[in-house]
């Protein structure tokens, strides 16, 4: 039978008079009531108060409560009027009164809702945390500083409950006042043992500094102590997922659902770990336990069908989209992030039908109909307009594959370059656009490098600085700023290749396309990812270069800090060119990337099993590279390694100024007469690198500074020097 308006009428009034708003669902209950009412709620709402109030003269906080809802909701104009018919007929309490103070408040009218706590407080002996709330809304309006003066109002007051204690201790977190924050929390549960997640919210605050380690250590306090709601027991198995205990994280999570059957998406949020370093097998197995049992929320229902994309499955992943959709009409681009998906896969018209999929229902937003163009011009290789978006696809395609052209100035820049300037002069810019900057540079490069090397500077710039192979396609935002980039990088690039000559004096044309032939081979081929960019591979290419031709025919490399293994197989690759014998002894744990088994970048494993893989898809000689899994700093490190034995030092472990520091002071006395030490990574991201390379460059007796190429910062030992 279905209910009549008397019968919700009723519904709305057991909540709003009969059910505390302390009650631990006394919102879901009202949000649940609202939506089933729909458009009539309000009016529902009205009626019942005005039937209680006529009813009881003593009624009071109906309205009120009805605004309190709006402004948990985040609508706080809204809110207001209901506040207000309270207000102007007396019938509002301080608990109510203090709701109203912090609507007035987010609506910007902070002096009226201070004015407002202290009437309340001069009226009811018994009101607490009015300050503390308006502090709580209003904190990043206001400044830690100001908003913990506000606080601490209420407590020297003693208006401040146990409860809100852990808000306080929040706030101190936040400003950084740690010792405080964890001191307040011991306090509040020494006063009521019953509250709960006190450490938990604390750990939350440290996770968003990533240091996961020390955010759990706050949060097992409470695991320990069975002190978390179910809720947080949730968020605190991403904690245990962080540190990499997956196992732990599972049981908490089971444990929180048994507890809980109305929470969602634990498993989905703990497998997208892995989906971050791209595991997308192991990510999928934790998620699926969410999918199963239905326990997703339309929102995360969109990110499993991407997760399921990433396995192949793209007939699940749209019946879920299909589902999701069904769920919530909000919902935007679901097709569109799955499309994305499809275009990495080399699937550029499935991309196009699902973003198509979006487009025609109206759910696609701006931002990826701009992407929508960009993968149309992929797809096609034109476009019969000339948009940003389609231009900018036209140009990435042209530098991707430039390495294959016969002449640096091709038909195709010229036409792109035609395009760029239309593009320009529609846009009306004072300084002429990124893209059409590139052109013009490339243009200047034309008529200054030979035939064969400036195509393969563009293909090489593509493929490994900064190396993207694994991000895939980029979206139209990610192109704009790739080409801004690429154009400072080229630049850079450009003037490294003219440097490497003042570095290294035996460098020729031919080895200088040979380092950057090999450079995109390994890019190309590798599991994982190389670091630097070409400034650095010419370094490295040519340290090896430049001793073979002085005669040197057996150069043995230490290499500290070795990852996937780009610069152990250029170093190889320069020897068997220059037709040498190169020994590399690779120091490096190997045993992950820094506390996760995977590199967040390329999601490849770093184990010496990746490293050696590396080497034999090159055909490169493992009996050539002794690995040493331990740190530059032990002893085993330089083990057997005795003074003169090195010819090419490439420091590349601690970037800490003292991890540098110490790395030069056990190995540079290693480094035979006219040997070289590459110091990598010296640049603006690494301060403590540069800092200790000037240190040691300062006073440096018995070497010379042949120069920086990239990141990369040269010194060369005196043949004269005394070991």
């Not at 302390?22 to 019942?48: G, K, P, Q, T, Y």
């Not at 502090?135 to 809100?164: C, I, M, N, P, Y």
């Not at 605050?205 to 306090?221: C, G, Q, S």
Request: glycine share 8%.
């Amino acid at each position: 039978m279905p209910h009549t308006s008397n019968d919700i009428s009723d519904s709305f009034s057991m909540l709003l008079f009969f059910t505390p708003t302390n009650a631990s669902d006394w919102l879901a209950r009202f949000i649940r009531l609202v939506d089933n009412d729909d458009e009539s709620w309000e009016n529902h709402c009205r009626e019942a108060v005005a039937a209680r109030y006529a009813q009881d003269v003593h009624a009071q906080d109906g309205y009120a409560r009805v605004g309190w809802l709006l402004l948990t909701q985040g609508h706080a104009a809204e809110a207001l009027p209901w506040f207000e018919m309270d207000a102007s007929q007396g019938r509002m309490g301080w608990w109510t009164g203090l709701r109203h103070a912090e609507t007035l408040a987010e609506l910007g009218q902070s002096t009226e809702a201070e004015g407002q706590v202290a009437a309340i407080y001069g009226q009811y002996p018994e009101a607490c945390n009015g300050y503390a709330s308006l502090a709580w809304r209003l904190r990043e309006d206001l400044g830690s500083d100001h908003a913990l003066e506000w606080v601490e109002r209420d407590a020297q007051d003693g208006r401040l409950t146990t409860g809100f204690a852990f808000n306080h201790a929040v706030m101190l977190a936040q400003a950084g006042r740690w010792p405080e924050a964890v001191a307040k929390v011991e306090q509040a549960y020494a006063a009521n043992s019953s509250l709960k997640d006190g450490y938990a919210r604390l750990a939350w605050i440290r996770a968003e500094t990533r240091d996961w380690k020390a955010a759990w250590e706050l949060a097992e306090r409470d695991v320990h102590e069975r002190r978390l709601t179910p809720a947080w027991q949730v968020n605190m198995a991403q904690l245990l997922g962080r540190i990499g205990d997956f196992t732990r994280a599972t049981t908490l999570l089971e444990d929180a659902y048994g507890k809980d059957f109305r929470l969602q998406d634990g498993f989905a949020r703990l497998g997208w770990i892995h989906a971050e370093v791209r595991d997308w097998k192991a990510a999928w197995e934790l998620a699926e336990s969410d999918v199963h049992a239905r326990r997703l929320t339309p929102a995360w229902q969109v990110n499993m069908a991407q997760l399921l994309g990433r396995i192949g499955d793209f007939t699940r992943a749209t019946t879920l989209l299909e589902d999701a959709y069904g769920q919530n009409d909000t919902l935007q681009d679901g097709f569109a992030r799955l499309a994305w998906v499809a275009h990495e896969f080399g699937d550029s018209l499935g991309a196009l039908n699902l973003l198509d999929r979006d487009a025609c229902r109206g759910r696609l937003s701006e931002a990826w109909l701009a992407d929508r163009e960009l993968v149309r011009a992929r797809l096609y290789g034109h476009c019969a307009e000339a948009t940003a978006p389609c231009f900018a696809a036209l140009l990435e395609a042209a530098i991707k594959v430039s390495g294959a052209a016969l002449s640096p100035w091709t038909k195709q820049f010229q036409e792109l370059f035609l395009m760029a300037q239309q593009l320009a002069s529609r846009e009306g810019a004072e300084e002429p656009p990124p893209s059409l900057q590139l052109l013009q540079i490339i243009q200047e490069l034309g008529h200054e490098a030979t035939s064969s090397l400036l195509p393969l500077l563009l293909s090489c710039l593509y493929g490994i600085e900064p190396n993207r192979k694994w991000r895939g396609q980029w979206r139209y935002e990610e192109v704009l700023w790739w080409l801004a980039d690429y154009t400072e990088r080229l630049k850079q690039a450009w003037i490294d290749l003219k440097e490497v000559t003042n570095c290294y004096s035996a460098m020729t044309a031919r080895d200088k396309n040979d380092t950057l032939r090999h450079s995109l081979i390994i890019t190309e081929t590798m599991e994982g990812r190389p670091c630097g960019v070409i400034g650095d591979r010419l370094a490295q290419y040519g340290a090896v270069v430049q001793l073979a031709r002085e005669g040197w025919r057996d150069v043995h490399i230490v290499e500290l800090g070795t990852l996937f293994g780009g610069a152990c197989m250029l170093f190889l690759l320069a020897a068997r060119d220059m037709g040498v014998e190169a020994h590399v002894t690779c120091i490096d744990p190997l045993d992950g990337y820094y506390g996760r088994e995977r590199d967040p970048v390329s999601g490849a494993v770093v184990r010496p099993e990746t490293l050696r893989g590396n080497l034999a898809r090159l055909d490169l000689p493992g009996k050539d590279v002794e690995l040493r899994c331990c740190l530059s700093t032990q002893p085993e490190a330089w083990d057997g390694l005795s003074r003169g034995s090195v010819d090419v030092l490439l420091i590349d472990a601690d970037h800490s100024h003292e991890g540098v520091i110490t790395d030069w002071r056990n190995y540079h006395l290693l480094i035979r007469r006219g040997g070289l030490v590459i110091f990598d990574d010296y640049g603006g991201d690494h301060p403590g690198v540069v800092s200790a390379v000037d240190e040691i460059c300062l006073n440096l007796q018995g070497w010379r500074r042949l120069g920086r190429l990239g990141t990369s910062l040269i010194l060369r030992r005196d043949q004269t020097d005394v070991d």
